[in-house]
């Protein structure tokens, strides 16, 4: 356990629905990453935030989705309108600053039906 | 084509033996390097970092070679439990994100 927890640790839904998951950091960690890990493939980052301020999104996040961290403190991830193609496990990581280590929560894997 | 290359393995390697497999990286401006550990349908988890001069951890001992732009993993006298994907990552600027490889897998059998 490293100290990252996310909920849920599951999600299924149904295409068109909104799914919205919660990842709670370190508490002394300032930055907070969000990544999209399939099948098969390496995680890809989705975007970041640096306390509340977001400061960098990936080509990957389209308009459906969305990323808050308010407080600087937890953050969530909304999908709206999901389709078939978001199923993936949905991995949030913070650490202390631009080039400490990143601690990886449990992730939520997302299936859309 | 990706900015993070592995070969998908997988390596099957004897306990006991000694494995290695490397990853290139494309952004020859990529500032820090990691090779993370991801067990089955869990979370990565930090292996070591790779350091210029190249380090070592135990059994496990990691190079950069930032000339030809790659990135190499040994582990020797494989356990069993190293049996694992193991991910090769690079940061390609300052503000931290990771760019990870598809994963190499190893499978360490008795």
């Known amino acids: 356990d490293t100290g990252v927890s996310q909920d849920p640790r599951h999600k299924i839904t149904k295409r068109g629905q909104n799914v919205t998951f919660r990842c709670d950091p370190i508490?002394?960690?300032?930055?907070l990453y969000w990544y999209r890990q399939t099948l098969g493939q390496g995680p890809e980052f989705l975007t970041y935030?640096?306390?509340?301020?977001?400061?960098?999104k990936s080509r990957l996040l389209s308009d459906r989705f969305s990323a808050e961290r308010p407080k600087g403190s937890f953050s969530t991830l909304e999908i709206q309108r999901t389709e078939q193609g978001d199923s993936a496990m949905y991995l949030c990581?913070?650490?202390?600053?631009?080039?400490?280590?990143?601690?990886f929560g449990p992730g939520t894997r997302l299936l859309v039906l | 084509r990706k900015e993070v290359e592995q070969d998908p393995g997988p390596f099957n390697v004897p306990e006991g033996a000694t494995v290695a497999f490397n990853c290139t990286y494309s952004?020859?401006?990529?500032?820090?390097f990691f090779w993370y550990r991801q067990d089955c349908r869990k979370e990565p988890k930090l292996l070591m970092s790779?350091?210029?001069s190249g380090n070592e951890d135990g059994r496990f001992t990691a190079q950069l070679n930032r000339a030809s732009q790659y990135i190499s993993l040994l582990i020797r006298d494989s356990k069993l439990s190293d049996s694992a994907t193991y991910l090769c990552?690079?940061?390609?600027?300052?503000?931290?994100?990771?760019?990870f490889g598809a994963g190499t897998q190893v499978v360490v059998t008795p």
């Open positions: 508490s002394e960690h300032n930055r």
């Open positions: 935030f640096q306390n509340e301020a977001q400061l960098e």
């Open positions: 952004n020859s401006a990529s500032q820090s």
């Open positions: 790779v350091y210029s």
């Open positions: 990552v690079a940061t390609p600027d300052s503000w931290g994100k990771l760019q």
């Open positions: 990581a913070s650490a202390k600053g631009g080039f400490e280590t990143q601690y």
